[in-house]
Each structure stands twice: as structure tokens, then as C-alpha cells.
């Protein structure tokens, strides 16, 4: 015999032939029957994609003006091959060699150096050598550019009338342009701006009319460090040569804006201060002689500098 239901099982059975009634009487008395599952729906077969054909980019190119370059996304290597391509996109940038908004004189054309050989525009990548790796010839540079404009501003024309002569037709050179000294395997350029902000608290200047030259070192110039006191040591070696090959170049600035680089000549070692921060040498200009020898009607950068 089975043992009586206990209240919580009586009310339990009461429920459920309460629940089977109700379904009866809505024609569910058989209870609920699963449902089937739906048909899964077929993948539709995408078609297969075409590979993207590789196109001729020198193809896309629809200025007839630059048609025939090759495309290039370097600034040094696309100054070149437009140079090369069309020269008188560099006779244009060329004929006024100062910038306007600068309280300076127009340089004449004469006292513009011409500009260096193109690198060649049938070359499809050009090959990068450092500054540091090539040779110059500083007399040579001195008597082509000495006391005249490179005509363009900023530091690559600069190189490239300094290069052009060491490197291949296909090969660009590759340098710092955010330091103020550039060295070459055998000798040295000194970048020099001379900026109008009366606030300058070290300011490159002329002594004994300009025979000499102050001159202060960036903040990485100290020999506390290995790149510092390395290029120290070689501007001495370079200065205390029987001709110095250490070159000097200046500018003008105002702001953001600057005149193109002129050329001062070489260097010769007077003094410096390594405790100094930053770092302050004096230099004697050893083409002082020629620098103030003037053509008829031209004018003298070179005194420009000088009293400024």
C-alpha cells in the first residue's frame, strides 16, 4: 500500500489534473508536439572575386607635364626628377633668390650660383648615399659659390651643389637637415642663420668687421656625449688642416621664413669653450680677402651679413 500524499503532493496532483482539463477542453489534450526545425537556407554561391589587376601607376598620371616621370613620393628624389623633366620649373624658382616678405635687397642673377646637374628622370628608384660617406672638394665649391646665393631656400640645393660631383646620376644624398653642422667623410658645413628676434638670447655675430666669426654649437655639441665629442674632434682636425675644410654658409630668417643660403667660405680655428652650454667658438674667415672684393653694380652679401 502507498503512503498517503503529503499536503505539498495533494496540491501538486490537484494542479496538474487542473492543467490537463484546461487543455483538453482547448483540443490539446495530447500536449504540446515539438516543433520541426526550420530547413536551414542554403548558401548562395558568391562568385568568385577578380584579382585587382596591377596597373601601371606611371599610367595614371594625367598631367601631360609630368607624364613621363616616374612617380616618386620622396621630396628630395621629386625635386630632382621635375628639375630634370622640365627645366624651367627650376629657372622659375630660381629667378628671384630671396624671399619677398625678408627686409633684404634682390639678389641679382649674377651673384646666383647656377644650378647643379640634374640627377637623370629615366631612373625608376634612386639609390640613397650619406653625406657622411662622400668626399668634396671645398676649394673647388669656394670658387663656384663664394659670396654668391644657391638661389633656393633651405639646405637641399646646399647639398646638391655640394654632392653633385661625387655621386651617380641615379643616387640621392641623404643628410640631417634639423642639425647645424653636416659632415662629409672629409670635411665639415656650417649651417648659420642670422634672425631678426631681439629676444635671441645666443646670437651668431662678426668680430673685427667681419674678419671673424662667433659662432655657437646646437645642444647635442658637448663631449659628454660619444656623437657630440666626435664631431668636436673633427671640427678641429678640419680647421687646423694647412687649407681648413670647413665651409660656411648663411642665411637670413625671420619667423618661419628664410632667404636662400649664401656661401662665406672656409674656416680657420681661433678658439672654443667646451664647458660652454651650448658650446661657443670663434672663427677666422680665411677668404676674407676675397669676400670683400665686390663687382661693379653688385652687392656685397657677404657686408650684408656683416652689419646686419
Avoid at 616616374?70 to 620649373?89: C, F, K, R, V, W
Avoid at 642673377?109 to 631612373?123: E, F, G, H, I
Avoid at 660652454?276 to 672684393?293: C, Y
Wanted: hydrophobic share 35%.
Amino acid at each position: 500500500m502507498d503512503p498517503p500524499l503529503s499536503d505539498y503532493e495533494q496540491l501538486r496532483a490537484s494542479k496538474i489534473a487542473r492543467n490537463e482539463a484546461r487543455l483538453a477542453s482547448l483540443g490539446l489534450a495530447d500536449g504540446f508536439k515539438p516543433m520541426k526545425r526550420a530547413r536551414p537556407l542554403q548558401n548562395t554561391k558568391q562568385a568568385p572575386k577578380k584579382p585587382k589587376q596591377a596597373s601601371d601607376e606611371a599610367t595614371l598620371r594625367r598631367s601631360s607635364r609630368v607624364s613621363a616621370i616616374p612617380p616618386s613620393y620622396n621630396e628630395q628624389t621629386a625635386y630632382n626628377l621635375l628639375d630634370a623633366h622640365d627645366p624651367s620649373i627650376s629657372k622659375s624658382t630660381t629667378t628671384t633668390t630671396t624671399t619677398t616678405d625678408l627686409p633684404r635687397k634682390t639678389i641679382p642673377q649674377s651673384q646666383t650660383a647656377a644650378a647643379p646637374a640634374p640627377l637623370s628622370s629615366s631612373s625608376t628608384g634612386l639609390k640613397k648615399v650619406m653625406a657622411k660617406d662622400l668626399a668634396i672638394s671645398p676649394s673647388k665649391m669656394v670658387s663656384s659659390l663664394l659670396n654668391r646665393s644657391v638661389g633656393v631656400p633651405g639646405k637641399l640645393p646646399v647639398v646638391n651643389h655640394l654632392g653633385t660631383s661625387s655621386v651617380t646620376p641615379h643616387s640621392e644624398i641623404g643628410f640631417s637637415k634639423y642639425t647645424g653642422v653636416l659632415e662629409f667623410s672629409n670635411a665639415i658645413v656650417l649651417w648659420v642663420n642670422y634672425d631678426a628676434n631681439p629676444n635671441e638670447k645666443y646670437v651668431n655675430s662678426f668680430l673685427k668687421d667681419g674678419a671673424e666669426l662667433t659662432w655657437y654649437g646646437g645642444s647635442r655639441m658637448t663631449m659628454s656625449t660619444e656623437g657630440g665629442a666626435r664631431t668636436v674632434n673633427k671640427l678641429l682636425k678640419m680647421s687646423k688642416l694647412a687649407t681648413s675644410n670647413i665651409l660656411l654658409f648663411t642665411r637670413f630668417m625671420e619667423g618661419s621664413k628664410s632667404e636662400p643660403y649664401v656661401c662665406l667660405g672656409r674656416l680657420g680655428y681661433i678658439t672654443h669653450d667646451p664647458n660652454s652650454s651650448p658650446m661657443k667658438w670663434v672663427w677666422k674667415l680665411q677668404d676674407f680677402a676675397e669676400l670683400n672684393t665686390t663687382n661693379k653694380g653688385d652687392t656685397n652679401l657677404f657686408r650684408e651679413f656683416v652689419n646686419f
